[in-house]
């Protein structure tokens, strides 16, 4: 299933390219729902390109009901990027901790310049695909149906966690000193 | 008025600047795909150049330093949709400006309503995405300012429906602004052009709370033309959007037209006529035409032949809207689920939304080619709007502290007034007083008669307090205001005497249906213009006033005195004389009560007896300081925190809590009738309240034996409606308080609060 969503920041190009690749450590700790991002490794290569893998922790606010079913590696993903100066691209993998083996989710991230130069345009596509036949304790006529619920839940859900992390990205850059006037960045 | 069509002529330059100077709208269109053309002649003919050299030329700035804003319509959710202004034109337009020397152009729009529903949707965010590059082809760099923010006071008198209202500093302070509207139909209005543009103007978010229900975008339009308007109007008609979804869906259509002119209602009145319609179809309009006016003197230039192919909005389909967006909870609930919305782009807040929109769309879009869709709509309008009236109906007799006030301009001018028409005030109702003091009194002391088919009564109560003490607390001058089921309006002075206290004032009174339970059968609320008269003497106050008009015909009398006199032992003696006469629903108007004299006159005695009783009690409130009037105020921070989510809860609580209390309620109280037509006996109680709240009933009571017994059926539909009634008033508590959790645990962003 694809994944597909736009955010406009009121900041220039570099600074929110910037921002994501190397302050996300940073940028995170302006969202509530995630305890940590963690540089697992970082390389960068003769042309620019940044090879970046990084260990996401998420502390969502559940409901009780599940919150004993929920264990902390369920809650961690391993994010690989591949950070393309010359197109200012993003090619992206995302590892699951938890049913690794029945969840792929990849793709790619564009930023490009809006506003007349004065802001940032950054396209996120990705395509998800969720495999949940043989699911433990999940009955096979409930597959279908389950799958279709999951997939409708993320494809909402990602998007939007993406969209806050750009709008705590426009919060970092306009609490730095020389942010555009107004101060207030949004990312849309 | 003058309309000339057909061949061009050129125009020597002295008919030229007389053309400038004449009142105008230009209507040009071509058979070329080449739009940036058209609007090139469209300012040329319409006068446009020598229309901004002169602002300039009067500000005294040269053209780099004079600000120009234009405000489109942003009526947009994608990229190449026909529902607001063509972006590429609007950079054109910037761009014929910086070649004249106008280098400061800022595009501006404020907030709207579908911030609360779906992302991207702040004013410059959303510019972008539909198509507005900051820069245009020909690298001039331009701004997008959002017209909600820096908002400086504006002098919006207190008679005007936008008192205490501001309006953004980048409007106001333009040296010269541009109102580059859309060509396009609107399902409530019929039609959205450029007056209907100024709406995105003013400053508050959820425009369909503050100026669709609180105040009245035909009221709010009027005032923003009157008192700040655009220098200069245009309306993009080159792609046209036409259809019974001319704000919701983009269903474009070639029309290759540009219409142009200084005068917002003259182009308005242009391009209404080539849409085929009545000018005054819109509310917006009819309301600007009325009070302000199309100038003395005009000239339409062009074809005013209507555009072939064009779909209006059946007049079926405005009348459901506009019945259900009375409503301000069901309007905006109903509202995101039926907007045509790129999601990529724009996508919403919340799950609810996005699915219902979805399922809406499949169902309920393209109404013109898809009838099943469009009875549906106008039924699902129709309901909705029927529910809301039931509600306020129902409010109106058994919670009137539900009901919101009603905030309204004053809706008749009072320089059209001398002191000599105050004056005749005294002069008509002091015979009229004699006539009723000679009259003899009921035993209840109410003095009635009829007099050209209103009633003319009296009712007086003698209140134990000293005169000065009591008019030191109630002010004669708002004793209008105080009178019983004064739900809103505006309030004027016009005259002083010399201790600074009020002689001559005008007014705008909006009272519920009276009596109350005749807006069960549709009765309207009673809305009368006033003129009034007081004086003060030694130990007397008075107010006279007499009705010049009543905008929405509920009233033909509505004229009265009201006396504080001071009366031996430390009291005050407290007259209503009143002469009135309100329109009656259609229902009763086939009664004809006249024809049952005995039955009208009880009906009179009792209504005017409870009138005036809680009117007094009014003026014991006010005299010690308790709040008495009806109603509630408007949440004037509505839509400006929060998210569309929580709109719709609210909407949902409301809904909740109005069936629980109008089922818990005497609405339709089904088991006194039962026992009135002898069908059933009285019964016994069917449920007892204890200490904690829980309801306690007669097991016997509900059962099939009982049931078919007269008790048991009165007592079953008693016992059902007390359950139903409890279990909608504890889901919306419950409902209420889970929203207030939800929104002290929620931080700002989980909302989408900016």
């Known amino acids: 299933m694809r994944i597909s969503s736009v955010s406009v920041l009121k900041h220039p190009r570099e600074s929110v390219w910037v921002a994501i690749r190397d302050r996300l450590p940073e940028v995170v700790l302006l969202l509530d729902d995630i305890e940590s991002v963690t540089v697992e490794s970082r390389k960068e290569l003769p042309d620019g390109t940044v090879d970046l893998v990084n260990i996401w922790k998420a502390k969502p606010k559940l409901p009780a009901i599940v919150t004993g079913y929920i264990k902390t590696e369920m809650l961690a993903w391993t994010d690989r990027a591949e950070y393309r100066p010359r197109s200012y691209e993003c090619v992206w993998r995302m590892e699951p901790h938890f049913l690794a083996e029945r969840i792929r989710c990849s793709g790619v991230t564009r930023y490009e310049p809006a506003m007349g130069g004065r802001g940032t345009r950054v396209t996120f596509e990705g395509d998800l695909v969720l495999s949940l036949q043989n699911l433990a304790g999940v009955p096979s006529i409930l597959e279908g149906p389950l799958a279709n619920a999951v997939e409708l839940f993320v494809v909402a859900l990602v998007p939007k966690n993406f969209r806050k992390l750009l709008e705590a990205a426009g919060t970092l850059l306009s609490s730095a000193p020389g942010s555009p006037p107004g101060g207030k960045a949004r990312a849309g | 008025m003058a309309v000339r069509a057909g061949k061009k002529k050129k125009a020597s330059p002295q008919s030229r600047s007389k053309q400038v100077r004449k009142a105008h709208v230009v209507i040009v269109r071509t058979a070329s795909n080449d739009k940036f053309s058209l609007l090139g002649i469209a300012l040329e003919r319409a006068g446009f150049w020598p229309h901004i050299d002169a602002a300039r030329r009067r500000a005294g700035i040269p053209g ?125 209005f019929g039609f959205a052009l450029c007056l209907q543009n100024l709406l995105g103007v003013l400053p508050l978010r959820d425009k369909d709370y503050h100026y669709r229900n609180r105040l009245k975008p035909w009221d709010v339009c009027a005032e923003v033309l009157v008192r700040s308007p655009a220098q200069f109007n245009l309306v993009d008609a080159f792609i046209s959007n036409h259809g019974s979804e001319g704000d919701r869906a983009s269903h474009p259509i070639e029309t290759r037209t540009m219409i142009a002119g200084p005068d917002a209602l003259l182009v308005d009145w242009a391009a209404s006529l080539k849409m085929g ?17 199309l100038p003395k003197e005009y000239e339409i230039l062009g074809d005013l032949t209507p555009y072939p192919g064009w779909i209006n909005v059946p007049p079926l ?46 169902y309920l879009s393209n109404v013109d080619t898809n009838n099943g ?28 502290e539900r009901l919101r006030w ?65 008019v030191s607390r109630v002010t004669i001058a708002k004793a209008v205001q105080s009178m019983n089921d004064y739900i809103g309006g505006a309030c004027a002075p016009v005259a002083f005497d010399r201790s600074g206290r009020v002689t001559y004032q005008v007014e705008r009174n909006i009272y519920l249906p009276q009596p109350n339970w005749i807006g069960l059968f549709g009765g309207q609320h009673i809305d009368v213009g006033k003129l009034e008269y007081i004086e ?16 929405n015909g509920s009233a033909e009398f509505d004229d009265g005195i009201v006396t504080f006199a001071a009366e031996e032992k430390d009291q005050t003696r407290v007259t209503i004389v009143a002469r009135q006469k309100f329109a009656l629903p259609l229902f009763w108007q086939a009664i004809n009560m006249d024809l049952t004299p005995k039955i009208k006159n009880a009906l009179v005695v009792d209504a005017y007896t409870r009138y005036f009783r809680q009117t007094i009690a ?39 809590s109005s069936v629980g209390k109008a089922l818990g309620g005497n609405l339709v109280d089904f088991p006194s009738l039962l026992q009135s037509l002898g069908i059933a006996k009285k019964e016994t109680p069917a449920a007892a309240v204890d200490d904690q709240g829980f309801r306690h009933f007669d097991g016997s009571l509900g059962g099939p034996q009982a049931v078919r017994d007269g008790a048991g ?32 645990q929620l931080p700002q962003g989980e909302c989408g609060a900016p």
């Open chain 2, 277 to 293: 319609l009545d000018p005054y179809a819109s509310a917006i309009s009819a309301k600007a035409l009325r009070a302000v006016g």
């Open chain 2, 64 to 188: 780099e330093g004079f600000q120009v804003l234009i405000k489109p319509d942003l009526h947009l959710f994608g990229t190449a949709e026909s529902t607001g202004t063509d972006p590429e034109l609007v950079e054109h337009l910037i761009d014929l400006l910086h070649d004249r020397g106008y280098s400061k152009v800022v595009v501006a729009d404020a907030r709207s309503v579908w911030e609360l529903w779906l992302e991207n949707c702040d004013v410059p965010v959303r510019a972008e995405l539909v198509g507005y590059h900051y820069v245009t082809r020909r690298g001039r760099a331009y701004d997008v300012a959002d017209l909600s923010e820096d908002v400086v006071p504006v002098s919006f008198p207190a008679t005007s429906a936008l008192r205490g209202t501001g309006i953004a500093r980048a409007w106001v302070e333009a040296h010269y602004r541009i109102n580059f509207a859309k060509n396009k139909t609107h399902e409530e």
């Open chain 2, 317 to 362: 389909l405005s009348d459901s809207v506009r019945r259900r967006n009375e409503s301000p909870a069901f309007g905006r609930l109903v509202k995101p689920w039926l907007q045509s919305v790129n999601r990529e782009l724009f996508p919403f807040k919340d799950l609810v939304n996005d699915r219902a929109n979805a399922i809406a769309m499949k």
């Open chain 2, 618 to 656: 009014n003026f014991e409130a006010q005299y010690q300081g308790r709040e008495f009037r009806v109603g509630r105020p408007w949440n004037l921070a509505e839509g400006e925190t929060g998210s569309g989510a929580n709109a719709r809860l609210e909407a949902i609580v409301e809904l909740f």
């Open chain 2, 406 to 470: 009603r905030d309204a301009p004053l809706d008749f001018d009072p320089k059209a007034f001398a002191a000599a028409d105050y004056k005749a005030v005294r002069a008509y109702m002091e015979p009229l007083q004699r006539i009723i003091r000679e009259t003899p009194a009921e035993p209840n002391g109410l003095r009635w008669r009829y007099l050209d088919g209103s009633v003319l009564f009296e009712f007086a109560q003698v209140i134990p307090v000293p005169f000065r003490k009591f």
């Open chain 2, 536 to 551: 003060y003497g030694k130990g007397v106050q008075k107010i006279f006033w007499r009705a010049i008009r009543s905008s």
């Open chain 2, 373 to 400: 869709g469009f009875y549906t709509l106008v039924g699902l309008n129709y309901l909705l709007g029927f529910a809301h009236s039931s509600l306020e109906a129902y409010q109106i007799v058994n919670h009137k």
């Open chain 2, 713 to 744: 059926l009165a007592g079953f539909f008693k016992n059902a409606r007390t359950e139903a009634s409890g279990f909608f008033t504890d889901v919306a508590e419950a409902m209420r308080k889970d929203a207030q959790i939800g929104a002290a």
